[in-house]
């Protein structure tokens, strides 16, 4: 008897996540790849899980870099993980800011975490089951569209919240506890 597997993902935020939070992050020479991003893809990629960032980018709806920065640095990155056997499915990204957003880009928008949009777009465009996917974040922000979406589990690398977050997460020191998590899980 076979069994068929969710098609499930794994949502990472981009900075604090992926990428050593640096504030804005928009040049290549500033980038540096958090510890342990790269044998978690890997081994969720090994488990069956789709690999898709979401992101709020703030610094494009403040004016401080365009979206074609944004997906210059996003091109680079890609291409550097991919040399070390990673390949992110989707890289979905939120410009705009309900108060700091500079003309188009200042407003509401359901991209916008906590808003679930980039996460219902991804199921919808990879038929990804919600309930059996995960997302690791640093901010209450990652937790609450994780919680809204009724993703199975929420991770929440400490550092950025010193309060921690309202909601259901685990708080974890590395991405290798998230790791461990997920290898357990199957």
């Not at 980018?57 to 944004?70: K, L, M, P, S, V």
């Amino acid at each position: 008897m076979s069994t068929i597997q969710a098609n499930r993902a794994l949502f990472l935020d981009r900075d604090g996540v992926v990428n050593v939070e640096v504030g804005y992050l928009h040049r290549i020479e500033d980038v540096r790849f958090v510890q342990g991003i790269v044998s978690l893809c890997r081994t969720a990629m090994e488990l069956g899980y789709r690999l898709v960032v979401v992101t709020n980018q703030a610094g494009i709806a403040r004016g401080y870099y365009t979206e074609d920065d944004f997906l210059t640095l996003m091109e680079w990155m890609r291409a550097e993980l991919r040399k070390h056997g990673v390949e992110f499915d989707a890289v979905y990204f939120c410009p705009f800011h309900p108060e700091h957003g500079v003309g188009e880009y200042r407003r509401e928008h359901e991209d916008r975490k906590p808003g679930t949009g980039m996460l219902l777009r991804a199921a919808k465009e990879f038929s990804v089951d919600l309930a059996q996917s995960v997302m690791v974040g640093d901010r209450c922000s990652d937790i609450a569209a994780a919680n809204s979406a009724g993703l199975r589990q929420a991770f929440l690398v400490k550092g950025t919240e010193a309060a921690g977050c309202p909601g259901e997460c685990f708080a974890v020191e590395s991405l290798a506890e998230v790791e461990r998590w997920l290898a357990r899980q199957g």
